[in-house]
């Protein structure tokens, strides 16, 4: 009830702020420079490689004669010996978009490390909990059971039955979590995620800057072949020699997960490096790796927007802009995010604007997004694959067959599988009752003969 009464209160106002995301060679950074030479604004940067110092080429930062004297922040600082995470980029991110805001700066936050902007959320669930709330009890429960999944489930449905019931029974990780969360808070994460969630620190338009995937590729292939024009291999040798400072080739599957050696474009390399750079075609073969990575990278980041920044705004604010054909850039990128961003800042209407162009409409799917906006808050929609329980069918280990989602359930009650196992069923019971009818017959004829 008090929750409900203090949203009919005045909204206290969020700062506008403007983020631009999309895959790779799209022309964000482009797009960014027009941007705040039009709205007075500065750059924060969220690309995880463009925080490290050097290695501009290999990490692809705008070069600097190209960025209009439009300060960039967040962008070449961090040394490469060090590593960086979300937690330190919500830090320095918040901090500086209160800096810029607090010198009337418009901050316009690009980059393609798209799970950073997570920080412009307000906390999520996964942040809540801390191991220092947790009593003994609590503490040795989950030491014990950490991997004895029946425990953990019965123990969270005593809890929060309803998180419970939305998390498949044999998810270790899932069910354990919520457990960690419920000790550290001692609130249902149910609660916790129906109430705190998806709301936004600020008041944020994001401006999507898309290329069709058969122009974009051969884009990302040019841009790697550029780099190796521009200079490229003298920085992966710089890499190499501090690859080898570092002693990073030690426990290197693990060292190369973090840090700038996430890089692509550093150890698709290694092979030909380590060889001496004698081998043209380890190099070849290294390129030939880059491409392809480059190309999964930015095909993941589409994927990202979609399935998850999409249902977390529940597709409010986000306008995609086709940056397809680069002759058209002016109209259909610039002057159409210029047009968006003055509404935006003047508190005008935007929903005036279509999300998507005509020709990407199918970018956006209007039932999915609808569907967004029904809910209290999208993770209804994630919470809504339930499990259910097929009494016919078993899984692997003998147990009860388990299916998430009432639609993948209906699939499965109409697939051959089910009705085979159906079927077997009824033959099996139809056999039972004839043996049955055999033995009775059979003791019949045994009374006789007596
Ligand atoms: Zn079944």
Not at 18 to 23: A, D, E, F, M, P
Not at 196 to 223: A, C, G, H, T
Not at 280 to 303: L, N, P
């Amino acid at each position: 009830m008090f929750r409900r009464l203090s949203t009919l209160m005045e909204p206290v106002k969020k700062e506008k702020i403007v983020v631009i995301l999309g895959s790779t060679a799209t022309g964000k950074s482009d797009l960014s420079i027009q941007l705040a030479t039009h709205f007075n604004g500065e750059i924060i940067n969220s690309d995880s490689m463009q925080l490290y110092k050097n290695v501009d080429i290999v990490t692809n930062k705008h070069p600097i004669e190209e960025r209009n004297n439009i300060p960039h922040h967040l962008m070449d600082f961090l040394p490469l010996s060090e590593s960086y995470n979300l937690s330190l980029f919500e830090k320095d991110c918040n901090q500086k978009i209160k800096e810029l805001l607090g010198n009337s700066k418009l901050p316009i936050i690009v980059g393609g490390t798209h799970y950073y902007l997570q920080a412009l959320f307000n906390k999520t669930i996964s942040e809540e909990y801390s191991r220092d709330l947790w009593t003994e009890k609590e503490r040795n429960f989950l030491k014990e059971n950490q991997f004895n999944t029946q425990v953990l489930y019965d123990e969270l449905t005593k809890v929060d039955p309803v998180i419970a019931s939305k998390w498949h029974p044999n998810d270790q990780t899932k069910l354990y979590n919520m457990l960690k969360i419920y000790y550290s808070t001692k609130e249902k994460p149910s609660d916790i995620y129906l109430s705190q969630e998806f709301s936004m620190k600020y008041d944020v338009l994001f401006l999507w800057v898309y290329s069709k995937p058969e122009i974009l590729n051969k884009r990302l292939d040019n841009r790697v072949d550029g780099m190796f024009d521009k200079g490229a291999l003298e920085e992966v040798k710089y890499l190499y020699e501090k690859f080898k400072e570092y002693n990073i080739g030690e426990n290197r599957e693990e060292k190369m997960k973090s840090g700038i050696w996430q890089v692509i474009g550093f150890k698709e390399f290694l092979p030909w490096l380590e060889d001496d750079c004698q081998d043209q075609k380890k190099f070849d073969q290294g390129k030939e790796v880059m491409k392809i990575k480059t190309r999964q990278y930015a095909k993941s980041q589409i994927k990202w927007i979609k399935n998850t920044l999409v249902p977390d705004i529940k597709g409010k604010n986000l306008f995609v802009l086709n940056a397809s054909d680069l002759n058209e850039w002016k109209g259909k990128v610039e002057n159409r995010a210029i047009d968006i961003t003055q509404n935006f800042l003047k508190d005008l209407d935007i929903d005036k604007f279509e999300q998507t162009p005509e020709e990407l409409s199918d970018l956006l799917d209007k039932t999915k997004l609808e569907k967004f906006q029904s809910v209290k808050n999208p993770i209804e929609l994630k919470l809504n694959l339930a499990p259910f329980t097929c009494d016919n069918c078993t899984d692997k280990k003998g147990k009860p067959l388990v299916i998430i989602g009432q639609e993948k359930f209906k699939e499965h009650l109409n697939s051959n599988k089910h009705k085979h196992v159906l079927q077997y069923i009824a033959k099996k019971r139809k056999f039972e009752e004839w043996k049955k009818q055999q033995e009775e017959k059979e003791k019949e004829e045994g009374n006789v003969d007596i």
